[in-house]
């Protein structure tokens, strides 16, 4: 298997993942609610290398209810694409802030270049199209429009307004009915792939903005730096890419025997070995739901993972993450709020690139926490990205922080309720999709979705 080169701007993601497989000015906020305008930098930041809980030794575990923790972080959807019907179709949820409707169908929509208004519609079948919708950093700061979020259409395509709902996936839907949902969860920054996921991994992107790998390591390291360094026991578990690749220096010889395939993730959960934390990379062929990809095949696959975690003996000590590293072009109407830099460092920029800054948040990305010690039904409002899960993680072993993006995150401890399990045991759940009635959908609308890596 051939590896990602750390070049500049000479690769795209696509390139990249397809070689590892087989080879600044604010921005204006004019028309923005109160809690989305830029404020200035409040007194008191944490600094990087700074504790969560300073009077204790780095290292110190905290919330002894939970001894694993779990990321599974998929690709390229937006709030609104996959649970923007949640508060329609989901009982008990009509507090969700997603699409709004008259006569059972969405309003909201996005003009094209003739001004003419594109609604938000079901997608007609559940595999998408290649190279559509787009995402680049300058297509995402074009469909913000300075917090109008009324580009999505003019920055690709009509279908960045086309949506999934519970009859595409049932299984995400059924999660959503119970666990806690994330309704002000962000991507890091308006732009791709590589970007976001860096953000998660080291607190910041390091200056890159689209799917391109910077050249050196980030200057305040890794989690995965942070939880060697207090023998914090964890693996990554990818199914043909292990995406902390992506961040140079990352991956050492050392640490090999921690970036294993999936099927050792299947047997070690079933085993009781499931380390402290855990990352999990899915197929990004095709079971990570980024386009042109069939979303059920990767529902199918959030289905594995949550269902291998659940009957595992490890369950009541266990806290999944389930989030997507950015929206993908598709539509969501809430404006990303301002966010702390996480650094000096100024976005690469090149010749006809959107002058911006990393001082707001990405789009809104689903966020479903799913653990014994969930609050039931919550949806949180907290403003949070990437970064609150590293936060989490951070605060529950305190380790320093990377950046001050990672310092200063909320560490979603909102999403439980530590009293009481409430989901000892799990709840019933919905079926992941068969795939023949969908495929024949893909079929009819004149699509042909990877099935295969």
Known sequence: MSRPSPEPAAFTRRTLLGAAAGGAAVLATRGLPAWARQVARPAGLRVPGSLPFPGKPAGTPSVPELEHIVVLMMENHSFDNLLGMVPHQVPGRQSVDGFRLSHGQPVNANPDATGNLIRAQHATSPCQLTGEPLQSWNASHQAYDNGRND?????????????????????????AQFFPIGERHFGSVLGQTIPNRRYFFAGTSSGTINDTIAIA???????????????????????????????????????????????SFVSDVAAGRLPQFTFLDPDYRTTSQEAPQ??????????????????????????????????????????????????????????????????????????????PWA????????????????????RKWNLPAMTYRDANARPMTDYFDFGKPAFLEPPKLAAAPALGPGFAKCQAAGLSPPLAG
């Open 151 to 175: 580009g999505f259409v003019t920055a690709s395509a009509p279908v960045a307004m086309a949506f999934c709902d519970r009859r595409d996936i049932p299984f995400t839907y059924s999660l």
């Open 217 to 263: 390591p980030p200057p305040g390291g890794t989690i995965f730096d942070r939880l060697d360094a207090h023998h914090i026991n964890w693996a990554v578990y990818y199914q043909d890419y292990p995406s902390v690749e992506l961040v140079p220096g990352a991956v050492t010889p050392n640490r090999l025997s921690r970036i294993r395939h999936f099927d």
């Open 294 to 371: 069939d979303i059920q095949i990767g529902e199918r696959f959030i289905a594995q993972v949550v269902h291998a975690l659940i009957q595992a003996r490890t369950w009541k000590n266990t806290a999944l993450f389930l989030t997507y590293d950015e929206h993908g072009g598709y539509y969501d109407h809430v404006p990303p709020p301002p966010a702390i830099p996480p650094d000096s460092v100024a976005p690469i920029l090149e010749s006809g690139d959107v002058p911006a800054a990393f001082d707001r948040y990405g789009f809104r990305v689903p966020m479903l926490v799913i653990s």
């Open 375 to 394: 609050k039931p039904r919550h949806v949180s409002r907290v403003v949070g990205d990437h970064t609150s899960i590293t936060a989490f993680i951070e």
